[in-house]
Protein backbone atom coordinates (compact mmCIF):
# COMPACT_ATOMS: atom_id res chain seq x y z
CA UNK A 1 0.00 0.00 0.00
CA UNK A 2 1.20 3.42 -0.87
CA UNK A 3 -0.29 4.83 2.55
CA UNK A 4 2.03 7.17 4.25
CA UNK A 5 4.19 6.36 7.01
CA UNK A 6 3.05 5.67 10.34
CA UNK A 7 4.08 8.37 12.52
CA UNK A 8 2.83 10.45 15.52
CA UNK A 9 4.27 12.68 18.35
CA UNK A 10 1.11 15.18 20.32
CA UNK A 11 2.35 17.80 21.73
CA UNK A 12 0.94 16.73 25.58
CA UNK A 13 3.06 13.67 25.06
CA UNK A 14 6.41 16.06 24.00
CA UNK A 15 5.52 18.18 26.76
CA UNK A 16 4.80 15.01 29.06
CA UNK A 17 8.61 13.51 28.61
CA UNK A 18 10.12 16.65 29.63
CA UNK A 19 7.95 16.79 32.43
CA UNK A 20 8.61 12.93 32.92
CA UNK A 21 12.47 13.28 32.83
CA UNK A 22 12.19 16.08 35.70
CA UNK A 23 10.67 13.61 37.71
CA UNK A 24 12.69 10.72 37.23
CA UNK A 25 14.94 12.59 39.52
CA UNK A 26 12.94 11.74 42.26
CA UNK A 27 12.30 8.19 41.81
CA UNK A 28 14.29 4.88 43.18
CA UNK A 29 12.49 2.52 40.65
CA UNK A 30 11.10 2.49 37.31
CA UNK A 31 8.81 0.18 36.65
CA UNK A 32 8.96 -0.58 33.01
CA UNK A 33 5.40 -1.62 31.15
CA UNK A 34 5.50 -3.39 27.86
CA UNK A 35 2.36 -5.34 25.57
CA UNK A 36 3.06 -9.25 26.29
CA UNK A 37 2.26 -9.34 22.67
CA UNK A 38 5.06 -7.22 21.55
CA UNK A 39 7.24 -6.97 24.25
CA UNK A 40 10.33 -5.42 22.21
CA UNK A 41 7.90 -3.41 19.59
CA UNK A 42 7.01 -1.69 22.58
CA UNK A 43 10.68 -0.87 24.66
CA UNK A 44 11.01 2.29 24.51
CA UNK A 45 14.92 3.10 23.29
CA UNK A 46 15.28 5.87 25.39
CA UNK A 47 14.59 4.23 28.56
CA UNK A 48 17.86 2.65 29.61
CA UNK A 49 19.07 6.24 29.19
CA UNK A 50 16.37 7.86 31.43
CA UNK A 51 16.74 5.28 34.45
CA UNK A 52 20.21 4.98 34.59
CA UNK A 53 21.44 3.30 37.30
CA UNK A 54 18.29 3.66 39.23
CA UNK A 55 16.42 -0.03 39.95
CA UNK A 56 13.79 -1.18 36.89
CA UNK A 57 11.12 -3.79 36.93
CA UNK A 58 10.38 -5.16 33.70
CA UNK A 59 6.50 -5.67 33.33
CA UNK A 60 4.65 -7.46 30.25
CA UNK A 61 1.45 -6.60 30.36
CA UNK A 62 -1.68 -8.60 29.15
CA UNK A 63 0.06 -11.93 29.33
CA UNK A 64 -3.42 -13.47 29.00
CA UNK A 65 -3.51 -12.40 25.15
CA UNK A 66 -0.34 -14.81 24.62
CA UNK A 67 -0.05 -18.50 24.74
CA UNK A 68 1.65 -20.12 27.54
CA UNK A 69 4.14 -21.45 25.79
CA UNK A 70 5.09 -18.37 24.36
CA UNK A 71 5.42 -16.29 27.63
CA UNK A 72 8.05 -19.15 28.60
CA UNK A 73 9.68 -18.46 25.74
CA UNK A 74 9.87 -14.59 26.65
CA UNK A 75 10.37 -15.52 30.26
CA UNK A 76 13.95 -17.69 29.21
CA UNK A 77 14.93 -15.48 27.00
CA UNK A 78 14.53 -12.12 28.84
CA UNK A 79 16.58 -14.01 31.77
CA UNK A 80 19.52 -14.91 29.27
CA UNK A 81 19.41 -11.04 28.65
CA UNK A 82 20.27 -10.43 32.57
CA UNK A 83 16.61 -9.35 33.13
CA UNK A 84 13.61 -10.82 35.32
CA UNK A 85 10.10 -10.20 33.44
CA UNK A 86 7.03 -9.72 35.44
CA UNK A 87 3.48 -11.44 33.57
CA UNK A 88 0.88 -9.61 34.44
CA UNK A 89 -2.63 -9.45 33.51
CA UNK A 90 -3.98 -5.92 34.55
CA UNK A 91 -7.34 -6.11 33.86
CA UNK A 92 -7.49 -9.15 36.19
CA UNK A 93 -5.56 -8.64 38.39
CA UNK A 94 -3.11 -11.40 37.51
CA UNK A 95 0.92 -11.30 38.74
CA UNK A 96 0.23 -8.06 40.43
CA UNK A 97 1.71 -9.32 43.68
CA UNK A 98 5.12 -10.17 42.44
CA UNK A 99 5.41 -6.86 40.86
CA UNK A 100 4.54 -5.08 44.31
CA UNK A 101 7.19 -7.34 45.94
CA UNK A 102 9.74 -6.50 43.18
CA UNK A 103 8.88 -2.84 43.57
CA UNK A 104 9.43 -3.54 47.45
CA UNK A 105 12.92 -4.84 47.11
CA UNK A 106 14.16 -1.76 45.60
CA UNK A 107 12.81 0.68 48.48
CA UNK A 108 14.79 -1.90 51.00
CA UNK A 109 17.96 -1.77 49.46
CA UNK A 110 17.04 2.19 48.83
CA UNK A 111 16.69 2.64 52.65
CA UNK A 112 19.31 0.94 53.75
CA UNK A 113 21.45 3.52 51.82
CA UNK A 114 19.83 6.28 53.59
CA UNK A 115 20.65 4.48 56.76
CA UNK A 116 24.19 4.34 56.08
CA UNK A 117 23.91 8.01 55.91
CA UNK A 118 21.99 8.62 58.81
CA UNK A 119 18.89 9.44 57.29
CA UNK A 120 15.28 8.12 58.07
CA UNK A 121 13.65 5.91 55.93
CA UNK A 122 10.96 6.88 53.72
CA UNK A 123 8.38 4.79 51.02
CA UNK A 124 9.94 3.66 47.72
CA UNK A 125 9.06 6.54 45.05
CA UNK A 126 8.52 4.04 41.75
CA UNK A 127 6.99 5.89 38.39
CA UNK A 128 4.83 3.49 35.61
CA UNK A 129 5.87 4.44 32.33
CA UNK A 130 5.88 2.67 28.80
CA UNK A 131 4.16 3.24 25.65
CA UNK A 132 0.15 4.32 25.54
CA UNK A 133 -2.66 1.97 26.10
CA UNK A 134 -0.01 -0.92 27.20
CA UNK A 135 -1.84 -0.92 30.32
CA UNK A 136 -0.18 1.47 33.04
CA UNK A 137 -2.86 2.70 34.78
CA UNK A 138 -4.69 -0.53 35.08
CA UNK A 139 -1.80 -1.85 37.08
CA UNK A 140 -1.70 1.14 39.05
CA UNK A 141 -5.60 0.64 39.96
CA UNK A 142 -4.50 -2.98 40.98
CA UNK A 143 -1.34 -2.03 43.03
CA UNK A 144 -3.56 0.20 44.53
CA UNK A 145 -6.59 -2.53 44.75
CA UNK A 146 -9.01 0.47 44.17
CA UNK A 147 -9.40 2.73 40.86
CA UNK A 148 -8.04 5.92 41.48
CA UNK A 149 -6.66 6.24 37.99
CA UNK A 150 -8.72 6.37 34.69
CA UNK A 151 -8.01 3.65 32.74
CA UNK A 152 -9.55 2.59 29.07
CA UNK A 153 -8.84 0.63 25.77
CA UNK A 154 -7.28 3.12 23.84
CA UNK A 155 -4.06 5.59 24.26
CA UNK A 156 -3.58 8.97 25.20
CA UNK A 157 -5.89 8.53 28.58
CA UNK A 158 -3.78 9.82 30.79
CA UNK A 159 -2.43 13.37 30.03
CA UNK A 160 -0.74 14.62 32.98
CA UNK A 161 1.89 12.96 35.62
CA UNK A 162 0.13 12.24 39.05
CA UNK A 163 1.73 10.68 42.31
CA UNK A 164 -0.35 8.18 44.22
CA UNK A 165 0.06 6.26 47.46
CA UNK A 166 0.29 2.44 47.27
CA UNK A 167 1.04 1.87 50.53
CA UNK A 168 3.40 2.84 53.66
CA UNK A 169 5.88 1.50 51.58
CA UNK A 170 5.52 2.75 48.29
CA UNK A 171 4.45 6.42 46.41
CA UNK A 172 3.42 5.59 42.43
CA UNK A 173 4.17 7.81 39.75
CA UNK A 174 1.71 7.82 37.25
CA UNK A 175 3.30 8.86 33.81
CA UNK A 176 1.72 9.62 30.37
CA UNK A 177 2.32 7.23 27.59
CA UNK A 178 5.84 8.12 25.65
CA UNK A 179 6.48 7.04 22.73
CA UNK A 180 10.17 8.02 20.67
CA UNK A 181 10.27 11.39 19.24
CA UNK A 182 10.30 8.94 15.73
CA UNK A 183 9.12 6.01 14.64
CA UNK A 184 11.87 4.98 12.39
CA UNK A 185 11.20 0.56 12.53
CA UNK A 186 8.13 0.72 10.25
CA UNK A 187 7.90 -2.79 10.70
CA UNK A 188 7.44 -2.08 14.82
CA UNK A 189 5.28 0.44 14.15
CA UNK A 190 2.67 -1.59 12.36
CA UNK A 191 2.44 -3.87 15.74
CA UNK A 192 1.84 -0.66 18.03
CA UNK A 193 -0.73 0.39 15.42
CA UNK A 194 -2.24 -3.25 15.31
CA UNK A 195 -1.90 -3.51 19.14
CA UNK A 196 -3.04 -0.27 19.47
CA UNK A 197 -0.44 0.83 21.80
CA UNK A 198 -0.35 4.29 19.30
CA UNK A 199 -3.17 6.56 18.69
CA UNK A 200 -5.51 6.16 15.35
CA UNK A 201 -4.88 9.41 13.94
CA UNK A 202 -1.04 7.96 13.52
CA UNK A 203 -2.30 5.54 10.78
CA UNK A 204 -4.46 3.98 8.09
CA UNK A 205 -6.91 1.47 9.43
CA UNK A 206 -6.95 -0.46 5.84
CA UNK A 207 -3.02 -0.72 5.70
CA UNK A 208 -2.65 -1.67 8.88
CA UNK A 209 -5.19 -4.32 8.70
CA UNK A 210 -4.18 -5.61 5.65
CA UNK A 211 -0.37 -6.00 7.56
CA UNK A 212 -1.99 -8.01 10.57
CA UNK A 213 -3.33 -10.34 7.79
CA UNK A 214 0.25 -10.75 6.16
CA UNK A 215 1.86 -11.11 9.56
CA UNK A 216 -0.69 -13.68 10.69
CA UNK A 217 0.02 -15.78 7.63
CA UNK A 218 3.41 -15.30 8.32
CA UNK A 219 3.95 -16.88 11.99
CA UNK A 220 1.67 -19.51 10.96
CA UNK A 221 4.58 -20.80 8.31
CA UNK A 222 7.32 -20.15 10.59
CA UNK A 223 5.77 -20.49 13.69
CA UNK A 224 2.33 -21.86 13.51
CA UNK A 225 2.54 -24.30 16.95
CA UNK A 226 2.84 -21.44 18.89
CA UNK A 227 -1.23 -20.09 16.83
CA UNK A 228 -4.45 -20.75 17.96
CA UNK A 229 -4.94 -23.50 14.97
CA UNK A 230 -5.85 -20.71 11.69
CA UNK A 231 -6.94 -17.69 13.26
CA UNK A 232 -8.65 -16.11 10.40
CA UNK A 233 -10.14 -19.09 8.67
CA UNK A 234 -11.69 -19.70 12.74
CA UNK A 235 -12.91 -16.35 13.07
CA UNK A 236 -14.44 -15.56 9.17
CA UNK A 237 -14.33 -18.88 7.23
CA UNK A 238 -11.84 -17.09 4.98
CA UNK A 239 -8.68 -18.52 4.02
CA UNK A 240 -6.02 -15.91 3.53
CA UNK A 241 -2.82 -17.85 2.44
CA UNK A 242 -3.20 -17.75 -0.95
CA UNK A 243 -3.81 -13.92 -1.27
CA UNK A 244 -2.29 -10.95 -0.34
CA UNK A 245 -3.60 -9.18 3.08
CA UNK A 246 -5.34 -6.08 0.87
CA UNK A 247 -7.02 -8.88 -1.58
CA UNK A 248 -8.26 -10.71 2.12
CA UNK A 249 -9.76 -7.57 2.75
CA UNK A 250 -11.06 -6.73 0.04
CA UNK A 251 -12.80 -10.62 -0.16
CA UNK A 252 -14.26 -10.21 3.41
CA UNK A 253 -15.25 -7.23 2.78
CA UNK A 254 -17.62 -8.33 0.08
CA UNK A 255 -18.74 -11.56 1.99
CA UNK A 256 -19.50 -9.52 5.42
CA UNK A 257 -20.04 -5.80 4.62
CA UNK A 258 -21.48 -5.49 1.42
CA UNK A 259 -18.13 -4.05 0.04
CA UNK A 260 -17.36 -1.85 2.45
CA UNK A 261 -13.30 -2.79 2.85
CA UNK A 262 -13.35 0.38 5.85
CA UNK A 263 -15.88 -0.96 7.81
CA UNK A 264 -14.44 -5.08 7.84
CA UNK A 265 -10.57 -3.06 8.49
CA UNK A 266 -11.61 -1.74 12.12
CA UNK A 267 -14.13 -5.05 12.68
CA UNK A 268 -10.90 -6.97 11.80
CA UNK A 269 -8.29 -5.20 14.13
CA UNK A 270 -11.44 -4.61 16.46
CA UNK A 271 -11.79 -8.53 16.58
CA UNK A 272 -7.73 -9.19 17.21
CA UNK A 273 -7.40 -6.69 19.90
CA UNK A 274 -10.10 -7.87 21.55
CA UNK A 275 -8.53 -11.65 21.60
CA UNK A 276 -11.69 -12.72 19.64
CA UNK A 277 -9.13 -14.28 17.52
CA UNK A 278 -7.74 -16.13 20.25
CA UNK A 279 -4.03 -15.64 22.19
CA UNK A 280 -2.02 -14.86 19.14
CA UNK A 281 1.50 -13.17 19.82
CA UNK A 282 2.59 -10.29 17.16
CA UNK A 283 6.84 -11.25 18.06
CA UNK A 284 8.64 -14.12 19.52
CA UNK A 285 12.24 -14.10 21.01
CA UNK A 286 15.12 -13.58 18.69
CA UNK A 287 16.50 -16.60 17.99
Not at 57 to 70: A, E, G
Not at 167 to 177: F, K
Not at 182 to 203: F, H, P, R, T, V
Not at 229 to 240: E, I, K, N, T, V
Request: a positive charge; aromatic letters at 6%; charged letters at 25%.
Amino acid sequence: MTTPAIQWYPGHIAKAEKALKEQLKLVDVVLEVRDARIPLATQHPQVPQWVGSKARVLVLNRMDMIPSQVRQLWESWFESQGETPYFTDAQHGKGIQAVTEAAQAAGVEMNRRRRDRGMLPRPVRAVVIGFPNVGKSALINRLLNKRVVESARRPGVTKQLRWVRISNEIELLDAPGVIPGKLNDQEAAIKLAICEDIGEASYDNQRVAAELVELLNYLGDVAGNFLPGSPLQSRYGLDAKECTGEDYLVNLAKERNQGDVERTARQLLNDFRKGLMGAIPLELPPI
